[in-house]
C-alpha cells in the first residue's frame, strides 16, 4: 500500500482558476513532516513547503496554500489564480522514523497543466 | 539553482558500457541521495549517504554502484545496465540525514538512456 497517495495523475485548467492538489498520507507514527515538492520541465524538484503533525495550522503563502487536516491524513495543496508558470508536477512527501533514519516517501505526484 | 549540480544532463549507453554520474552540492550539506524517477511511478530512493557513509542501500542490483568521497561529492557508477534502468536519476542533499524535518535540495537530474 502506498504511503502517500496523490489520486490525480494530471489536471488541466486555464489561466487564473483554482486548482487543489490532493495528498493523502499513511504512518502510524505520532511524530511526522509532511512536505510538498514542485518539479518544473527543467527537472530539478523544488521544496515548498514542510508541516509537522503537531502544526494544523494552515498556511498561506501568496497564491499557495495548504490545508493539513490529521484527522482524514490529508495535506492539499490549492493554488489561487493558476499561471502558465504553475504548470510542472507536484509531488507531496511523508518523512517518518524508519530504521533510525528519516527517509522522505514520495507520492506519484500531480502533474499540473496550465493553459493561456 | 538549486544548489545542486548533475552531471551529465543526458546520457545514452549501451548495455554493455561503464559510465558515471556525478553529483555535486555547494551548500554545505551532510547527506546526499540518490533517486530514481521512472515514468508513471513514485520517486524510487537508492542510496543515502550521511557524513560520506552509506547509511540506506534500497535494495538497488549491484549494475548501480554509488560512491561518497567527500560531503561535496556523490558518484553513480553505472555498469551493464539493462533497457528498463532508463530513467532520470536524481541527487539530492540535504543538512542532516537523519533529520525528519530536513528539506532535501535536488539537481535537475541525469537523463538516463540505455539502448
Known amino acids: 500500500a502506498q504511503k502517500v497517495t496523490q489520486a490525480q495523475t494530471e489536471i488541466s485548467v486555464v489561466e487564473k482558476e483554482d486548482v487543489t492538489l490532493d495528498c493523502v498520507y499513511e504512518?502510524?507514527?505520532?511524530?511526522?513532516?509532511l512536505f510538498w515538492y514542485k518539479q518544473p520541465p527543467s527537472g530539478e524538484l523544488v521544496f515548498l513547503i514542510r508541516r509537522n503533525s503537531f502544526d494544523e495550522q494552515n498556511e498561506i503563502s501568496g497564491r499557495y496554500s495548504w490545508n493539513f487536516q490529521k484527522s482524514t491524513s490529508s495535506f492539499n495543496f490549492t493554488i489561487t489564480a493558476s499561471q502558465v508558470v504553475d504548470s510542472a508536477v507536484y509531488f507531496c512527501?511523508?518523512?517518518?522514523?524508519?530504521?533510525?533514519?528519516?527517509?522522505?516517501?514520495f507520492g506519484r505526484g500531480t502533474s499540473l497543466i496550465v493553459h493561456p | 539553482e538549486t544548489g545542486v549540480t548533475q552531471t551529465p544532463r543526458h546520457l545514452v549507453m549501451g548495455m554493455t558500457n561503464k559510465k558515471s554520474l556525478k553529483c555535486e552540492q555547494h551548500?554545505?550539506?551532510?547527506?546526499m541521495y540518490w533517486y530514481k524517477q521512472s515514468a508513471k511511478k513514485p520517486l524510487e530512493l537508492m542510496f543515502v549517504?550521511?557524513?560520506?557513509?552509506?547509511?540506506e542501500n534500497n535494495s538497488v542490483p549491484s549494475r548501480f554502484s554509488p560512491e561518497c568521497p567527500n560531503s561535496s561529492h556523490l558518484f553513480l557508477h553505472l555498469h551493464t545496465l539493462q533497457p528498463e534502468d532508463s530513467a532520470l536519476y536524481l541527487c539530492a542533499s540535504s543538512q542532516e540525514g537523519q533529520a525528519m524535518n530536513t528539506e532535501a535540495f535536488f539537481g535537475q537530474g541525469t537523463r538516463l538512456t540505455v539502448v
Open positions: 551548500l554545505g550539506h551532510n547527506a
Open positions: 549517504y550521511n557524513f560520506k557513509e552509506q547509511t
Open positions: 512527501a511523508l518523512s517518518e522514523a524508519r530504521g533510525g533514519s528519516y527517509i522522505p516517501t
Open positions: 504512518t502510524r507514527d505520532t511524530t511526522y513532516y
